[in-house]
């Protein structure tokens, strides 16, 4: 996500000399040529670009200080004069401005993503650990594997994570068509495909109509909706039908 940049105040001259000799001292710019000075250059910028509390930052911890200044120096583009190198990185010692900014980013990234409501995507990006992955999207695709976005909407049904396969073989037994189903998508894949409009036999794995047919009964019927609902949000797209799966999304 691009943050858009603001005008803040410049932190004071002494404390960002202070923050730089911190920084060298812990050895987070051995690399520059002119450590000290390439340090100030660094934090002087990003505490106006990034919001950045320089008196927070002076009294951090050693743990959050690296972060925040290995952050900056990984983030800025010197050729550019901009933080463009690493548009993902939040730092811990902006102001609450700022972080409201990021927060707001991050939820609108996860809203659209899903199609869901700002308040259901809030809850989701309690779930999602945004600071350790590389990025929203990432933590939104790991949060689906784990299958913990499933729970954050609201669906209870546990079949939803089971593979479509397996359930397939056991209760039509003998179909040697159904041995092509890939056998990592679950039912929770297949909802999520429909939702965005993608390719139902391609996230299957077999083009066969009677397969297609059977796992939509069953999704239905682990959705608590009828087939129709479901066979319709297929056929004529999640925006011209009545979204069936709200206890994803809504």
């Known amino acids: 996500m691009t943050r ?4 803040r105040e410049s932190a004071d001259i002494n404390t960002v000399a202070r923050l730089a000799k911190r920084a060298v001292d812990l ?3 051995d690399w520059a040529k002119n450590p ?3 340090a100030a250059m660094d934090i002087e910028s990003a505490c106006d670009y990034y919001g950045i509390d320089a008196d927070c930052l002076m009294s951090a911890s050693d743990r959050d200080f690296v972060h925040d200044v290995s952050g900056i120096a990984n983030a800025i583009n010197r050729q550019r004069k901009d933080f463009s190198n690493d548009r993902h990185f939040s730092p811990r010692c ?5 972080i409201r900014e990021s927060e707001d980013d991050d939820i609108n990234a996860i809203k659209n993503y899903y199609g869901c409501t700002k308040a259901r995507a809030r809850e989701i990006s309690d779930i999602i650990d945004i600071d350790n992955l590389e990025d929203v999207a990432q933590g939104m695709r790991d949060a689906e594997h784990k299958g913990y976005v499933t729970e954050a909407m609201g669906v209870k049904n ?3 994570y089971q593979d479509v396969k397996s359930w397939y073989l056991e209760t039509y037994p003998g179909d040697s068509v159904a041995e092509g189903i890939d056998e990592d998508v679950t039912f929770y894949d297949c909802a999520v495909t429909l939702i965005r409009e993608g390719d139902i036999y391609d996230i299957l794995g077999v083009g066969d109509s009677i397969i297609r047919e059977k796992v939509f009964e069953k999704l239905a019927d682990i959705l608590g909706v009828d087939y129709n609902s479901v066979y319709y949000l297929w056929r004529d797209g999640v925006n011209e039908v009545v979204k069936v799966m709200t206890r994803f999304y809504m």
């Open 27 to 29: 050895g987070l710019y």
């Open 94 to 98: 902006a102001r609450e401005s700022y």
């Open 36 to 38: 000290r000075f390439t």
């Open 158 to 160: 546990s079949e939803i």
């Open 4 to 7: 858009k940049r603001k005008i």
